[in-house]
């Protein structure tokens, strides 16, 4: 059986009257179980702060989840979300073995293997963190960069400038952004690229926010979708969604969504 995401099953009369009117009402939105019905439309993501997240006990939420949640609602459709490394999301959706790609950013790469839902659903600004103390001047010039170390998470996308000047930049690949603070930290790179969310959300959790600064002006401005693999060519499974998407931002739904998490649309 299939449970709706969040919370800890317990086995009261209640519960189970509850989760059977739930199954009955077709709204469905699973984590973490197995596959089996063809109509369970598998969406994965990572963790990209109030966007996606799982807990500790595995369930997931954000305001992707919210959206997810919403559209089972109001279309019956059947998701099922899962929580992978970035890069390993990436691949599963250039190899066709999910339906549905959580908050990409889109780009010519991406465009290649994604087709992307007609409507974003947030906004992200790109910007450098860097240690207070350092003398690295930014001025919104990527090209006066080219004598600092600057550290980039492997298969984020920075724009297309940032992207044209790579080989031109001394970058060093993570693979998770909140490891970045602690590199910085320790001296062992002067900038850290990314998203102002993450940098926020990160400052704040790890506690650095005295000893790190988001360097102003942002050098890109994005928008993050769903994405559905090119090579599944779900042209139902796309049509459904996006009318379903239409309809939270016509009616502004959406925005109220957004503006719960403080997120831009």
Not at 134 to 151: F, N, P, Q, Y
Not at 177 to 201: S, T
Not at 213 to 242: C, E, M, S
């Amino acid at each position: 059986m299939f449970f709706p995401i969040g919370g800890q099953i317990r086995h009261t009369w209640h519960l189970r009257a509850r989760i059977l009117f739930i199954l009955f009402a077709g709204f469905l939105l699973t984590t973490g179980t197995t596959r089996a019905d063809d109509n369970i439309y598998k969406f994965a993501g990572t963790t990209f702060p109030l966007i996606f997240e799982q807990d500790d006990h595995g369930n997931h939420f954000g305001l992707a989840v919210d959206i997810l949640r919403e559209i089972s609602q109001n279309t019956g459709m059947t998701f099922k979300t899962l929580h992978y490394p970035w890069a390993r999301a990436l691949a599963a959706a250039r190899g066709g073995t999910i339906d549905g790609l959580i908050g990409p950013y889109w780009s010519e790469e991406r465009a290649d293997y994604l087709d992307f839902s007609t409507h974003h659903f947030y906004s992200d600004r790109m910007v450098f963190v860097s240690r207070r103390t350092s003398t690295v001047t930014w001025t919104g010039d990527l090209r006066k960069l080219a004598k600092e170390r600057i550290l980039a998470v492997r298969g984020w996308d920075y724009g297309p400038e940032f992207n044209t000047l790579r080989r031109q930049l001394r970058l060093t690949l993570i693979p998770r952004f909140d490891l970045g603070p602690g590199m910085l930290i320790a001296d062992r790179a002067d900038l850290l690229a990314g998203n102002e969310r993450n940098a926020l959300f990160e400052l704040k959790r790890q506690g650095l926010g005295d000893r790190l600064a988001i360097l102003h002006p942002a050098f890109h401005q994005t928008h993050g979708y769903f994405g559905f693999p090119k090579v599944k060519n779900d042209k139902v499974l796309q049509a459904r969604f996006n009318k379903a998407l239409e309809a939270l931002w016509t009616s502004g739904k959406l925005s109220a969504m957004s503006a719960r998490y403080q997120l831009a649309l």
